[in-house]
């Protein structure tokens, strides 16, 4: 009789891990819009949070992205960390939907942001104080806003909370970690490099619309992925804060943002070495989704890649990365659904 419990005891627990292991191959995704006052001035703001489902996989057409979520559909059960995505200047979030919705499928919550002044439709802050240090705020106020809300916050866990940032978004993320902008260091570099015109078109002047404003790190926030992060006006000392896990990707060909003066400048002075990774051949925007050919037809700029640069594999490997990374540094995620499965078989 004890041997037949025995057996019967390895079985149970057998299938408790088999049920566990493969819990995230069945999750869907879906997507939820968040509404919160911005920060700077109260006008609303959004994001969109991509988080795991049971429901049936659905297909939406968001702002012409065709993205792999079905919106307000059922939370998958479970307490998930939580990611925030933040865009480059002028840019969107749902141009990283692949990456969003990829770490969904792995079981994350991922709200990718919309900053105010500095988005595809909205240019009204860029080259200014209040963009610099209130992108970082309106971040602060989605982690605030996602774990208030009344869908998500029940699957959240406050205590598992991530940064993705791209290109701009890589100096936010940062400030949300403790770095602070040295702004003489930008007017340098643009009296050496006057012909960069991405980073010095107001020749390294930002505008001094908020003097009241600062840089402001959140201590909620534990892992940042950065990807062709913009990290000019940090130095070593600026950066002697940053003490929490960094994943970091620059294409060696990205002639926007040179490696050699961000990526790889940041790599050595992180007190806290990132796992830096550098795709050979890869320019700045290999890091957006691969485009349909509706988009290589409109954006050619955006969805061309060099001979020999595979953006599908690339994002492939990226996901499963980033994936990886966040699970080893923030934990995984505390899925019900095996007892809830194994429950409904006893």
């Known amino acids: 009789m004890l041997r037949l419990c025995a057996v019967m005891l390895l079985c149970l627990l057998d299938g408790i891990v088999s049920v566990q292991a493969s819990a995230d191959d ?44 079905g919106r307000d559909l059922p939370v998958a059960m479970g307490r998930f960390p939580l990611l925030m995505l933040s865009h480059g200047n002028t840019g969107t979030p749902l141009a990283m939907h692949d990456l969003a919705t990829a770490l969904a499928h ?15 439709r909205d240019h009204s802050r860029l080259g200014s104080l209040s963009n610099l240090y209130g ?33 701009a978004g890589g100096e936010t993320a940062l400030i949300l970690a403790g770095a602070q902008p040295d702004l003489q260091r930008l007017r340098r570099y643009c009296e050496e490099r006057p012909d960069d015109q991405d980073a010095c078109k107001t020749r390294g002047w930002l505008l001094a619309d908020r003097e009241d404003l600062h840089a402001e790190a959140d201590p909620r926030v534990a892992a940042l992925l950065l990807m062709a992060p913009l990290s000019l006006s940090f130095g070593r000392q600026t950066l002697s804060s940053v003490h929490v896990p960094v994943l970091m990707y620059a294409g060696d060909s990205d002639h926007l943002l040179a490696p050699e003066m961000n990526a790889e400048a940041l790599a050595r002075k992180l007190p806290q070495a990132p796992d830096y990774k550098r795709l050979a051949g890869a320019g700045h925007f290999v890091f957006m989704a691969p485009c349909s050919d509706e988009q290589r037809a409109r954006m050619p700029v955006l969805c061309t890649d060099p001979e020999g640069v595979d953006r599908v594999d690339i994002h492939r490997t990226l996901s499963t990365e980033a994936g990886q990374f966040f699970s080893q540094v923030l934990g995984t995620p505390e899925s019900d659904r095996a007892g809830m499965q194994t429950a409904r078989h006893l």
Do not use: C, K
């Not at 792995?106 to 595809?120: K, S």
């Open 26 to 69: 069945d999750w869907s995704v879906g997507f939820h819009v968040l509404h919160f006052p911005d920060p700077l001035d109260e006008q609303t703001m959004h994001a969109i949070a991509f988080y795991p489902s049971t429901a049936e996989s659905e297909v939406s057409d968001l702002r012409g992205y065709q993205v792999e979520a």
């Open 106 to 120: 792995q079981g994350f919550v991922v709200v990718a942001v919309v900053h105010p002044g500095d988005n595809d």
């Open 135 to 167: 992108r970082p705020l309106q971040i602060s106020a989605a982690i605030t806003a996602a774990l208030d809300d009344a869908l998500l916050s029940p699957y959240l866990s406050a205590s598992q909370v991530g940064v993705i940032g791209y290109s």
